[in-house]
């Protein structure tokens, strides 16, 4: 074992000094220099093409949380006193207590209140920096470093909602055209046989398209604003909390140009591949969905050529979708699904006129809808989220997405309720 420990030291020292050589060429290919500063700890730009390049290779072939140690960062709790009081002051719920993010803590945070105030946050651990969108850039730069350091906090991220919410990761389909298996996020306790039969409802959670991975809404939020606000985490820990399971899907698994042939395939292998489903009652194993951005588009695109999966589907939240209610003219159950009561559309601002200049309108206040709007969308129960963002509605309209499927649930008689 001992040599070949060495020659993995070797082999990578070896690669490590072959990318020393395009790494001044690499930098300046991914970096504006008039936007910030040197890499922190750099004096030169020779130093920092040296250590973007050693980051790079020391990562290389890691993943998750030793990947993002290795790289030099960590996710800490930054819980607010009223979760976790400092012993020595009685006053400020300002204070925050910082707490290093660990999966083996002991302490169940599910229980916890959601606040805003507490939140899962990446921080630089030789300069002990909270990053923000401020000074990213100072430790992050933009370029292979940023996705590969985004990479590993998705990962690190995944890793959180499969301890929290009891998920595993499923094969769903393998070809030889795709060199990429489709994979998802289940409950743990899945059984592709059993899940038709199954009373349970379950949490459907879409991403839209670019880099986000499985129950990721933003890689630049996820290393910005915390883990909370970012990525699906708040929702499992509702879901859990009514007793339901979770399915959280990869439509960029195969990249941009087959994401609607990667949504397709992963809701019929997960939810209608199964002859069972045919013979089950309506609304059996009830499926709440969350379909953000382009996942709006794409599940009704869905629905149209796979209708047995329609009734099984209590509530759907679209969050800025793109779906449009003219692609179901001739299919009027579908397009009296998308407009009644059990669909609500939440919307980040008025792109056509505010362009996000203005302050965002109240969470959960009605957004006006003019005949464009009605053309495009049907008579579908439209709210504001409450956020210029459209990254972080799920997270500014949280509390009205649950209101939503609460309803719903309610009337199922099938989740369990605080």
Request: net charge neutral; charged share 25%; aromatic share 6%.
């Amino acid at each position: 074992m001992g040599n070949t420990f060495g020659c993995c030291l070797v082999e990578e020292e070896e690669c490590y000094s072959s990318l020393l050589i395009e790494a001044p060429k690499a930098v300046k290919a991914c970096r504006n220099f008039e936007r910030h500063p040197l890499l922190w700890g750099c004096t030169t730009e020779e130093e920092e093409s040296t250590e973007i390049a050693r980051v790079l290779q020391s990562i290389k072939h890691r993943h998750g949380r030793e990947g993002l140690h290795t790289a030099g960062f960590e996710y800490r709790l930054e819980a607010c006193s009223l979760h976790h009081p400092p012993a020595d002051n009685e006053d400020a719920c300002d204070i925050v207590e910082e707490k290093k993010f660990a999966l083996q803590e002991e302490e169940d945070i599910t229980e916890r209140e959601r606040c805003e105030k507490c939140c899962t946050r990446l921080h630089h651990t030789a300069s002990n920096t909270r990053i923000e969108d401020t000074n990213r850039s100072l430790f992050i730069v933009d370029g292979d470093m940023y996705d590969e350091i985004c990479r590993l906090c998705q990962e690190v991220a995944q890793e959180f909602m499969q301890k929290e919410a009891n998920l595993k990761w499923i094969t769903l389909c393998e070809d030889d055209a795709h060199d990429v298996p489709l994979r998802a996020l289940v409950h743990r306790d899945y059984r592709k046989e059993e899940e038709a039969k199954s009373q349970q409802p379950t949490l459907l959670i879409a991403t839209g398209n670019g880099k986000v991975c499985a129950g990721i809404f933003s890689r630049k939020h996820l290393l910005t604003s915390g883990m909370e606000p970012s990525t699906a985490l708040p929702m499992l820990r509702e879901a859990k909390k009514r007793g339901m399971r979770s399915a959280l899907i990869t439509p960029n698994a195969r990249g941009k140009y087959y994401t609607m042939n990667t949504f397709q395939k992963s809701l019929s292998a997960l939810f209608t591949s199964s002859s069972i489903i045919q013979q089950q009652p309506r609304k059996q194993n009830p499926i709440y969905v969350v379909a953000h951005s382009a996942s709006g588009g794409y599940l009704t695109r869905h629905l149209l050529t796979s209708p047995q999966l329609l009734p099984r589907i209590q509530a759907i939240a679209f969050t800025d979708s793109t779906h449009n209610i003219q692609w179901t003219k001739h299919n009027p159950t579908l397009q009296s699904k998308l407009q009644d009561s059990s669909s609500l559309y939440l919307r980040s601002n008025d792109v056509r006129s505010l362009g996000g200049k203005e302050p965002p309108k109240q969470t959960g206040s009605k957004a006006d809808t003019d005949s464009f709007w009605r053309h495009r969308f049907g008579s579908i129960r439209t709210l504001w989220a409450g956020t210029n963002d459209h990254s972080l509605m799920h997270w500014s309209a949280h509390d009205v997405i649950w209101g939503h499927f609460d309803r719903h649930c309610a009337s199922s008689s099938r989740c369990k309720h605080q």
